[in-house]
């Protein structure tokens, strides 16, 4: 990695910058697939297909032999894992499911708030590089939580281990459909794909510039959850080869994952480069990881503060903090998707069975973004019930404020009712 020694003010916003395309030029390729899926329906989902994923499809939908067979295809060792990985997830989202507080605002005015779950949702589930069933876990699990009744997935890879986590989590419908293309599926509908009201899930730049669009075309989505990014900030008290195997676990994600590095110690920053190399060279998908190491940098910083001030300017979708007091550093942290601490919290123990989810706003929106959780499936309807006795006591400050409004017929709305209550 490119060492930078204490980099100006002035200068972080361009070190920040993520190694993303011009998000134009992606827009470009993406548009006339959303036009051709919306068009053609299955048949253009077809020709996409094999333009993009070499597949020839017949079925666009996974038949139910197909699904049930999954289990049997998983050896014994990996369908454990994915059964205590789905227990942590479940228990760390089940805390999250929020049961409606009555509160009475005056005597006799009650309001309350009620969670329901978004009746269609579509889950995309990666897998042009790699087969990412965790996320089925990750989507499923806050879906099935929340209550929605269509869960509709697409993903272009027929691993076994994601048809098997999407029995596990209730799947109702699972498609073979990968890219933009999926994302115009769920957002238009086909003959095939049901049409749903929000995608959720994270994917390449052509997926995550598909969710982009059709969301200013009414279908709702999670976030821009792209391509992956881990920023570690350590010092002496960390493990140089611990760090250096972080920043490869999302560096292998892709080329365009971007890794960033900073510390107030320049011998631990050397000390990472060493083991770096060799870590990288045992590595089976190190042409990729060795694109996004290129692209990514190390930072010498003076100061502490002015390591959390970069951090929060860059606003990772993941942080680890492995330095003294990690906890209590964190509490300066204000922008980050998740927060990883000290050295035994690699961040792939949160990429896969910690219990948090690994769905998570990438290229700088944890400034403003969270991650997927239970209430990203979950709409809040508002309830109210005014007794008689409600009714007078709020009954004057509702009319008072109508009538300056000049909106009489709100006033009259209260005043009939006081007037039948003389
Ligand atoms: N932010 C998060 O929470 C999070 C979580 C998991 C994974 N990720 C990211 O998800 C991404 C997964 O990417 P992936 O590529 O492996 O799988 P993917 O499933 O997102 O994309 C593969 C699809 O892209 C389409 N595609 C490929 N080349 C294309 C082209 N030239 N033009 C148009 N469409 C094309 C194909 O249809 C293919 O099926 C990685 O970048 C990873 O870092 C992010
Ligand atoms: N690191 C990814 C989120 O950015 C999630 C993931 C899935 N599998 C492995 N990792
Ligand atoms: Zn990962």
Redesign the pocket.
């Known amino acids: 990695m490119n060492i930078i020694a204490f980099p100006d003010r002035s200068e972080w916003a361009s070190l920040l910058a993520r190694p993303v395309q011009d998000s134009s030029v992606i827009e470009q ?2 548009l006339p ?1 959303l036009e051709q899926v919306r068009t053609q329906g299955d048949e253009g989902l077809r020709e ?2 094999r333009r ?2 070499n597949t020839e499809l017949s079925n666009l939908a996974f038949d139910q032999a197909e699904i049930e067979q999954a289990e049997g295809l998983l050896d014994e060792e990996l369908k454990a894992a994915i059964k205590q990985a789905y227990q942590n997830i479940y228990t760390f989202h089940q805390a999250q499911v929020q049961y409606p507080e009555k509160i009475e605002t005056m005597p006799g005015v009650t309001c309350w708030r009620k969670s329901v779950g978004i009746e269609k949702v579509g889950i ?7 087969p ?1 069933f965790s ?1 089925v876990l990750m989507l499923g699990i806050p879906a099935q939580l929340a209550g929605c009744k269509e869960i509709v997935l697409c ?2 890879s027929n691993h076994p281990a994601i048809l098997y986590a999407a029995q596990l989590v209730g799947v109702t419908k699972a498609f073979r459909i ?4 999926a994302i115009a599926a769920m957002a238009y509908g086909t003959e095939s794909v049901p049409k749903v009201y929000k995608i959720f899930g ?3 730049q ?2 995550t510039s598909a969710k982009m669009l059709v969301s200013k075309e009414g279908v709702a989505i999670d976030m821009p ?4 990014e881990v920023a570690v900030y350590a010092d002496d008290s960390a493990v140089p080869t611990f760090v250096a195997a972080d920043l490869l676990s999302q560096a292998e ?2 080329a ?2 971007q890794v960033l590095l900073v510390s107030t110690s320049k011998k631990f920053l050397s000390s990472v480069n060493l083991t770096l190399s060799s870590q990288l060279d045992k590595l089976p998908r190190k042409e990729l990881a060795a694109q996004s190491i290129a692209n990514s940098k190390a930072i010498l910083v003076g100061s502490q503060e002015e390591a959390l001030d970069m951090l929060n300017e860059y606003a990772a ?1 993941h942080l680890i903090l492995s330095v003294e007091n990690a906890e209590v550093v964190s509490e300066k942290i204000i922008n980050a998707g998740s927060i990883f601490l000290g050295n035994y919290t690699p961040e792939s123990c949160g990429d896969y069975a910690s219990g948090t989810n ?5 290229n700088g929106y944890a400034r403003a973004y969270s ?1 997927v959780s239970v209430d990203s499936f979950v709409k809040k309807i508002t309830v109210q019930h005014i007794t008689e006795e409600g009714i007078k006591v709020i009954g004057p400050t509702v009319e008072a404020m109508a009538e300056a409004e000049s909106l009489d017929a709100h006033k009259r709305a209260v005043h009939i009712r006081l007037q039948s209550l003389l």
């Not at 995309?124 to 790699?130: C, K, S, V």
Request: charged share 10%.
């Open positions: 390729r993406v697939i996409l297909a993009f994923d995309y589930i990666p897998g042009g590089t790699a990412l996320t993903t272009p990968g890219g933009a293309q994270p994917g390449n052509y997926v959850a792209g391509p992956s994600h892709g365009d994952s979708e690994h769905t998570l706003p990438t991650g």
